[in-house]
Structures are given as C-alpha cells and as structure tokens.
C-alpha cells in the first residue's frame, strides 16, 4: 500500500510524505484511514528512511469520524479500539522516525496520532483539544497511554474534563510539540532530510529501543542501553562514520 482514497503518499528522495486525505471531513480518521497507516508502516518502501506526516487542507486531523461508532455495541467498538492501536504502534514502534507537521485541528484522534509520532512540529494555525468527555467518549487511539506521559496526566484529565483548547503556543509550552513554526511542513522535510542522513541502525535504534528503555525497569533498562549501544557501534557504517569524524572529514558541532 503506498496511496489510497483517503492517505496520500508523496517521496522525496527518502523522505515519505503522507497526507491525511479527507479534507471535507477535517481530515477525521475513518477505519479505512485507520488500516492504511498500519499497512504503510508495517511495511514501508525499503529506501525511504523518514515519513513526514501532515493533513490535506485546512486542518491536520479532527480526530475520529463519529460516524463510526454512532451505532457501535461494545464489540465493535473494541475491535475498533484495536485496530488503531495496531496502527499507531506500527508507527511509533516501526523501522523509521516519522515526524508530524501539524496545522489547524489537532484533536481527539487526531492528537492522539500526533502523540504516536516522533517528532511533532506545530504551525501558527493549530490548536489542540481532546473533547471526548463532551461527547461522551472515552480516548481509544492509545491517548490515555502516550499523553499522560507527553504532557502529564493533570493536564490530560484538563482538557477531557473541561474540554479545554490550547492553541499552538500554549501547545508547544505543553509539550505536545517540540518545535513552533511558520510553516510547519517546511520544517518537517527539512528536520526528515537531515534525519535521513542518519545511519539507518542507528534510526532504528532510536526508535525502537529509545522509549522502552525510558519505559522500563531500570536495571533492566541499564542492560537494554548496553546491548543496543554494542550492537549499532559494531556494524561497519558506524565504524567509517567514527574514523571521518576522527580524520575531521565530517562536520563538527558548533554552538547554535
């Protein structure tokens, strides 16, 4: 699966750029939506190292399509909780670093995607709302899971209880983006260039093994650290990146 009817696919070099494709719905995630993200970052194009992922037209995403659960019983409604799950964990757990340009609504769902990503850049036009206690919803796209530990659970519980909308400052200042742009997609490709320069382990290894560490026991996250280290420091690509800095053939960091 590389474009469907409702997720576009765009490449620029190794960089994927996927776009939410339903723009008179503000971009709402419907089960179709749903199963093409988890189809595209089970298995992504071998060459593309970086996705960047942002909303056709006004508004990035407007969180689920309620017309998918107006009728549901509580099986449906599970399996439906399941499927985005598996389609957001094949995203933050896959093989490469996607990175969110968001723009106008970033809600319920929608920032519960955005919290599935790596790195999340907000434009001057979003805002960022979790109204599901006013439709009298719970969070199903793993949001009770990713937010409390993006933002912290006091200010989880704030915007589902009061149905409170932070727009893009008073989101960065929260933490849900780490960065606040102009142009936010512009930002987007240009962070995805200079990540897919990385050494693909060494992506991989950011993105896999980065937030269990974090997650997990710390003896055992201590451990984690060691091996992963050991493993992306022996492979060959590591080593010719070690001796061209060392000979100063590659950049050095210099103060911002």
Same mark, same amino acid.
Request: proline fraction near 6%; charge should be negative.
């Given at each position: ?21 339903? @723009? ?7 089960? !179709? ?36 659960? +107006? ?7 599970? +399996? *439906? ?15 490469? @670093? ?98 897919? *320069? ?44 070690? +001796? ?6 590659? !950049? ?5």
């Amino acid at each position: 699966m590389l474009e469907t009817a409702t997720l576009g696919f765009e490449r620029e070099g190794p960089v994927a750029v996927l776009r939410l494709a339903r @723009p008179e719905k503000r971009n709402a995630l419907d089960l !179709a939506t749903i199963a093409a993200i988890e189809a595209f970052f089970t298995e992504p194009p071998p060459d593309v190292r970086v996705a960047v992922l942002t909303g056709t037209g006004q508004h990035f995403c407007a969180g689920l399509d309620l017309g998918d659960v +107006r009728e549901a019983d509580f099986m449906s409604g599970f +399996r *439906t909780t399941q499927a985005w799950h598996r389609a957001f964990a094949a995203m933050e757990y896959g093989t490469i @670093p996607v990175i969110a340009a968001l723009h106008g609504a970033t809600i319920g769902g929608g920032l519960e995607l955005a919290a599935a990503t790596h790195i999340r850049i907000g434009g001057p036009t979003a805002f960022y709302a979790l109204p599901e206690g006013q439709r009298g919803i719970f969070l199903g796209g793993g949001g009770s899971v990713r937010l409390p530990r993006l933002i912290g659970t006091a200010r989880v519980m704030d915007l589902i209880l009061t149905g409170r909308v932070l727009d893009a400052d008073a989101g960065q200042a929260a933490g849900i983006t780490q960065y606040r742009a102009e142009d936010p997609l512009a930002l987007a490709m240009e962070l995805a260039a200079a990540v897919a *320069t990385n050494a693909p382990l060494s992506n991989l290894a950011i993105v896999q093994a980065l937030p269990r560490i974090g997650e997990g026991a710390r003896d055992a996250a201590f451990l984690t650290e060691a091996f992963v280290s050991s493993v992306v420091q022996s492979q060959p690509e590591a080593k010719e990146r070690i +001796r061209a800095f060392l000979e100063r053939r590659a !950049a050095r960091i210099d103060p911002p």
